[in-house]
């Protein structure tokens, strides 16, 4: 073979350097699917591997890939939803059975577990489903903890890691719930447990003892068009979101008990860097205050007495924290500061 | 700030602004085109029965025929199909039936009884068309308008006026502030005046959460709502999903973001009215949850 080789005009310390670049490259490869898979899973991405039966219902061998450029064909305009967060792929298996109807299993596999938490955090409703030996508290917020799927009516909406789920029965019957469930867990079972997004723990659960955040309604979104789907603000883009922009939002109702229940929205940016968000701070002013005078410090809270009560903002860093909604303008402040002092604490204007 | 087109915020919800906002930031000057329109009331009917659909989504034919048949005579005052149907269309007529394909879809049996209804009244097989298309829209000479009554996550309500969307060839641009535009749809040249009958769907509606049905937020209501006037039937579709979503939530929970074409189809293009004052609903049968 040697003798071969050397025919062709390779020696041995050409056949060792060609070793040594091989074993250099597959050094490099494997390193970087140890690092990009700790990261964020996305060397899975594509390989779960879901059961071929359930119950009575069969999956084909392979799955529909959605992507960006496809996602409308599949669901016209509800794609929105999805390229608004950071959409990589969509999986979708259509489970059938000879006379029970069908469950479809909808796999969105995102850029990061943060995306996908967004996806779930839109609606808390329904019940919430144990799928894996979780820990009960990860953080000090522990509402999202132990809530990484919901049931409702044959339809499981989970969060695993990197991947947003939705499995639909068809018909619900206790058959296919059970089916919907097993496949819940087959999605979920050996994902990466990861946290709730670091803005969203920001978020005080109390202020003062007499504001509480309504955790079933706190959200997580890059995009104008899913906080219009929360809290309407404008048909424009006034806050200049994005997809390197993140956002956090929940009403905060007052405790006390009284027949009045008060409630201030209260909405945390994040901006990729001060400038960006100190632009805007600036549209968003111009576009929602257009007649009240503009000032934007970073010593204190801004406040205007709207039509709906008192809205305060403030820029923070690479923040912009805002309260609407508040019943009077003490309140609007303590929201704004009790949010601030939390960011601060957990070092969360640092930019990137 | 000069010349600055001002932009529509939740404030103009707040303030009732929404239309001298709207009408300069979207439509220019041609608000609100539409107010000086002759203030009959118009009519809407809503014709329910329990056993339409079960709890398992079984839907019982027999039933829909009877409430299409107490439908169309109550909207058109006539004693029976066949006359209602010829008061509407004529019996040379191309007719286009209009279903939604998404997101909570039209039932195939509504389209189906309405299409052997037509049939029944001596209507042709070979000139009762499918109309999703542009394209089939413009061999139609009448259009009979077959939604499913839905919330929808890009405008609010995504039921009459946005039936009509793939007529426009494109249909994203109507999302959003464009959506107030989605009126200008129905009077297109091939689409004006065409629309004979609104017939919604409402067997198995949906108020939210979209933009994906999500079986939490439908409900079996059982009924057709109809009319002849698209924004008052509109009108009425979002009075239901509006009062259900109170129900839902025991507090109020309204559209996200608001929908904002309704009021547009009717002071700007004219298509119909949007005030329940200028409705005159007409109910029969189950009136369990109405939500009227």
């Known amino acids: 073979m040697v003798d071969n080789i050397n025919k062709k005009g390779f020696d041995i310390s050409s056949i060792m350097k060609l070793s040594l670049k091989i074993t250099f490259v597959v050094l490099t490869i494997t390193m970087t699917m140890v690092i990009c898979g700790g990261a964020s899973g996305k060397m899975n991405a594509g390989k ?47 489970y059938t059975s000879a006379d029970q109807g069908n469950i479809l299993v909808e796999l969105y596999f995102m850029e990061s577990s943060d995306d996908a938490f967004g996806l779930l955090s839109l609606d808390w409703g329904g019940e919430p489903v144990s799928l894996d030996s979780a820990p009960a508290a990860i953080s000090n917020q522990s509402f999202t903890a132990s809530t990484r799927a919901l049931y409702g009516g044959g339809l499981l909406r989970l969060w695993s890691d990197y991947i947003y789920a939705r499995i639909m029965a068809e018909r619900e ?52 068009l899913v906080l219009n789907s929360i809290y309407y603000l404008s048909h424009e883009n006034i806050l200049d979101l994005d997809l390197s ?27 990729e860097n001060t400038e960006r968000g100190r632009q805007a701070l600036n549209h968003f002013h111009d576009a929602y205050l257009p007649e009240l005078k503009k000032e934007i410090t970073a010593d204190s809270p801004s406040l205007f007495k709207l039509e709906d009560g008192w809205m305060a903002y403030k820029l923070i860093g690479r923040h912009i924290a805002i309260a609407f909604e508040s019943p009077d303008p003490e309140s609007a402040r303590a929201i704004l500061q009790k949010n601030e002092s939390n960011l601060l604490k957990k ?6 | 700030m000069k010349n600055k087109i001002p932009v529509l915020t939740r404030r103009d919800f707040i303030r009732g602004t929404v239309g001298v906002t709207l009408g300069a930031s ?53 004693k029976n199909t066949k006359d209602a149907w010829l008061s509407l269309v004529k019996p040379d007529d191309v007719i286009g039936l209009v279903p939604t394909p998404h997101l909570n879809p039209t039932h195939d049996e509504v389209v189906d009884v309405v299409k052997n209804s037509l049939m029944d009244a001596g209507i042709p097989e070979d000139r009762i068309r499918d109309a ?45 502030s464009n959506s107030a535009k989605l ?49 008052a039937v ?53 009136d369990h949850d109405l939500l009227l």
């Open chain 2, 234 to 286: 509109e009108t009425v579709c979002l009075k239901i999903i509006t009062e259900k979503r109170k129900v839902i939530r025991g507090e109020s929970w309204p559209l996200s973001p608001p929908p904002i074409c309704v009021e547009a189809a009717d002071k700007v293009y004219g298509l119909g009215t949007s005030r329940m004052d200028q409705i005159q609903i007409k109910h029969s049968g189950w």
């Open chain 1, 173 to 224: 019957t206790p058959a296919s719930k059970e089916a919907v469930l097993a496949l819940g867990q087959a999605i979920a079972a050996g994902a990466q447990y990861s946290p709730e997004p670091a803005l969203v723990k920001i978020l005080p659960l109390a202020i003062d003892a007499v504001w509480k955040l309504r955790v079933d309604r706190l959200s997580f979104f890059r995009s104008y």
């Open chain 2, 26 to 78: 979207v439509f220019g000057l041609q608000w609100p085109r539409g107010e000086a329109r002759a203030a009959a009331p118009s009519l809407v009917t809503v014709v329910r029965d329990k056993s339409a659909m079960d709890a398992a989504k079984n839907i019982d034919i027999t039933v829909l025929e009877k409430m299409l048949v107490e439908t169309l005579t109550r909207v058109t005052g006539r």
């Open chain 1, 347 to 352: 070092g969360g204007d640092h930019e990137k």
């Open chain 1, 48 to 94: 779960l591997d879901l059961p071929k039966t359930v119950g009575v219902w069969n999956r084909p061998d392979s799955p529909r890939l959605i992507n960006s450029k496809n996602i409308f064909k599949y669901m016209n305009g509800a794609g929105e939803l999805y390229l608004g967060y950071r959409f990589r792929h969509l999986e979708v298996f259509d």
């Open chain 2, 183 to 231: 009126g200008e749809i129905w009077n297109l040249p091939f689409v004006k005046g065409k629309t004979k009958l609104v017939l919604v769907d409402s067997l198995f509606p949906l108020c939210d959460k979209g933009p994906q049905p999500d079986p939490r937020y439908q409900w079996n209501y059982n009924g057709f709502i109809a009319g002849t006037d698209p924004v």
């Open chain 2, 132 to 176: 999703q298309s542009p394209r089939n829209a413009k061999k139609c000479d009448a259009l009979i308008a077959i939604p499913g009554l839905k919330a929808h996550w890009l405008t609010g309500i995504g039921t009459v006026l946005k039936n009509y969307i793939m007529y426009s060839g494109s249909p994203s641009s109507y999302h959003q």
């Open chain 1, 245 to 271: 922009a993140e956002a956090a939002s929940a009403p905060y109702q007052y405790i006390p008990g009284s027949g009045d229940p008060k409630r201030s929205q209260f909405l945390l940016l994040q901006y």
